[in-house]
T-cell receptor, first 111, second 114 residues
Framework: QKEVEQNSGPLSVPEGAIASLNCTYS??????FFWYRQYSGKSPELIMS????GDKEDGRFTAQLNKASQYVSLLIRDSQPSDSATYLC???????????FGTGTRLQVTL | KAGVTQTPRYLIKTRGQQVTLSCSPI?????VSWYQQTPGQGLQFLFE???????NKGNFPGRFSGRQFSNSRSEMNVSTLELGDSALYLC?????????????FGPGTRLTVL
């Protein structure tokens, strides 16, 4: 079983819709959770970090964490074509500054 | 505040050669981590340095090594290059403040081994 799992996609949503990206992790000791966005040929860019169970909102983005279910998700409201990218879920088990990444979900926002 | 910088941005080497990549973290950040990204394996952790000491190491062969200087700048070295070492090498820095371990990535160095 992979440590951090994501559906590779592509996930296709129409412009203006809500995109829902999901991630599961295997290590129950995981403490920090991150979503990065990566455009083709570019480096990962931090979108959100979340540390506690529940929701965390930042503009059009909402991260949701459920440690009991070992599940973290990212919702993108009012999706825009510029949101088309690969979204990487990353988990830190607490062993200082060592992130384990999922393989990423490719999001396509269609006009 | 300037972001993480990496040099060079692109590199072409041949098998058997060695290469050194450089990373300058965000000012004030003391932790520097290195990752390898390939289409097949995704993003994989190489190692992490904090205050000039390697704190964590991933599952890579000893051909991959690194170091950190007193100004927090870091270098990674790959010796005896293999074709499979072709990848995007990413450096990330973290402030290592209490309550946050967020990592910020540099633009990466794209290494091609011929």
């Amino acid at each position: 079983q992979k440590e951090v799992e994501q559906n590779s996609g592509p996930l296709s949503v129409p412009e203006g819709a809500i995109a829902s990206l999901n991630c599961t992790y295997s290590d129950r000791g995981s403490q920090s959770f991150f979503w990065y966005r990566q455009y083709s040929g570019k480096s990962p860019e931090l979108i959100m970090s979340i540390y506690s169970n529940g929701d965390k909102e930042d503009g059009r983005f909402t991260a949701q964490l459920n440690k009991a279910s070992q599940y973290v998700s990212l919702l993108i409201r009012d999706s825009q074509p510029s949101d088309s990218a690969t979204y990487l879920c990353a988990v830190n088990t607490g062993t200082a500054s060592k992130l384990t990444f999922g393989t990423g979900t490719r999001l396509q926002v269609t006009l | 505040k300037a972001g993480v910088t990496q040099t060079p941005r692109y590199l072409i080497k041949t098998r058997g050669q060695q290469v050194t990549l450089s990373c300058s973290p965000i000012s004030g950040h003391r932790s520097v981590s290195w990752y390898q990204q390939t289409p097949g394996q995704g993003l994989q952790f190489l190692f992490e340095y904090f205050s000039e000491t390697q704190r964590n190491k991933g599952n890579f062969p000893g051909r991959f090594s690194g170091r950190q200087f007193s100004n927090s700048r870091s270098e990674m070295n790959v010796s005896t290059l293999e074709l499979g070492d072709s990848a995007l090498y990413l450096c990330a820095s973290s402030p290592e403040l209490a309550g946050t371990d967020t990592q910020y990535f540099g633009p990466g160095t794209r290494l091609t081994v011929l």
